[in-house]
């Protein structure tokens, strides 16, 4: 199966649901040089506003952490994130989280995308 939309391809998508509010993690098993995100939920209570910060912790790993998400309401990002380059072609990001109301449990929704290829050094 393919999946195209907006010029690019779907290369992995999916939906986890992360009981007690436990990080998720993603790893694109790719042969030579794996790429893992880590998905988790964070409050910051001195904070009225809700982020997405987006780190690289380890040359392969990424965090992606959702800070102060509404409860009950799917948020996610507007625009397309750009995170860097899988079997020389862009890729990117689309995803939305639901906290539930008790902030018991949490759902992502994900969507990896690959777009045109880059050219090498």
């Known amino acids: 199966m393919r999946i195209h939309s907006g010029g690019f391809e779907v290369v992995y998508h999916g939906r986890v649901f992360a009981y007690k509010m436990n990080p998720i993690e993603i790893t694109l098993s790719e042969e030579n040089d794996p790429l893992t995100f880590l998905f988790c939920v964070e409050t910051e209570p001195e904070r009225d506003d809700f982020e997405t910060d987006i780190r690289l912790v380890q040359h392969n790993k990424v965090r992606i ?14 625009d397309m994130i750009h995170l860097g380059v899988l079997n020389n072609r862009r890729l990117s990001l ?9 902030a018991t449990a949490w759902v992502l929704s994900f969507t990896f995308f690959a777009g045109e290829g880059v050219q090498g050094p």
């Open 65 to 78: 952490a959702c800070i102060n998400f509404p409860r009950g309401k799917p948020t996610g990002n507007d």
């Open 94 to 102: 689309s995803y939305e989280v639901t906290i539930n109301y008790e």
